[in-house]
């Protein structure tokens, strides 16, 4: 039981460039959640999902798209870099709310937009 | 937009020692609160939570307490070890959107 996984773990880009992120959880959990987080700053949420092949925007949606194809897998996509997207890109995941709202976090993904 | 916040950016405790790290909230729909612990390089790690039915909860050497009538969360983190200093970011949950929104983090240093 690995829990939550993010790949890759760093990343460099340059303005412009396109990139995904993958998040994977192994814990049969509903609801799937993307945050950044910069340096000084808590947690902001991105966009989210409560279900295979539903998403919803969050807190700070603009510049990235995400997918849920697969209830085990939340991607994160990220069209025309820009270097205010430089960030910790963190993944959550939870059982289904009401009843089980903690949400658990991967490590992370650190990237640097040039 | 409202937001979760923090009173204290820093906190500096001596090993042995009691700790308590305050968060405000002004999110009235919220009805779950949880605290998280994140260490450096790291993704934040579940502590404790509590439903805005209680106003304590108490965990191994934590406690949480709430109160809803001045939208305050607190931690309290009993004989307080070198292995809790990180940074301690509370969060509620609005009972509508089902989404956490998170303070800005306290960071917990812990002197020997």
């Known amino acids: 039981n690995a829990g939550v996984t993010q790949t890759p773990k760093f990343r460099v880009l340059k303005t412009g460039q396109s990139m995904t992120l993958l998040c994977a959880q192994d814990m049969n959990h509903e609801y799937m959640y993307w945050y950044r987080q910069d340096p000084g700053m808590g947690l902001r949420l991105i966009h989210y999902s409560v279900g295979e092949g539903t998403t919803a925007k969050g807190e700070v949606p603009d510049g990235y798209n995400v997918s849920r194809l697969k209830k085990q897998n939340f991607l994160l996509g990220l069209e025309s870099a820009a270097p205010s997207q430089t960030s910790v890109y963190f993944c959550?995941?939870?059982?289904?709310?009401?009843?089980?709202?903690?949400?658990?976090f991967g490590p992370g993904t650190r990237l640097l937009v040039l | 937009g409202e937001s979760v916040g923090l009173h204290l950016p820093t906190l500096s405790v001596q090993e042995g020692d009691n700790s308590i790290i305050n968060c405000a909230y002004s999110?009235?729909?919220?009805?779950?609160f949880i605290w998280y612990k994140q260490e450096s390089g790291k993704g934040p790690q579940f502590i404790i939570d509590i439903r805005s039915n209680m106003d304590k909860r108490q965990g191994q050497r934590v406690t949480v307490l709430l109160n809803k009538t001045v939208k305050h969360l607190s931690l309290q983190i009993a004989a307080t070890q070198p292995g809790d200093s990180a940074v301690y970011f509370c969060a509620d949950m609005d009972r509508g959107r089902r989404a956490l929104t998170f303070g800005s983090g306290t960071r917990l240093q812990v002197q020997p």
């Open positions: 959550a995941s939870t059982p289904r709310p009401p009843r089980q709202e903690t949400q658990y």
């Open positions: 999110n009235s729909a919220s009805d779950y």
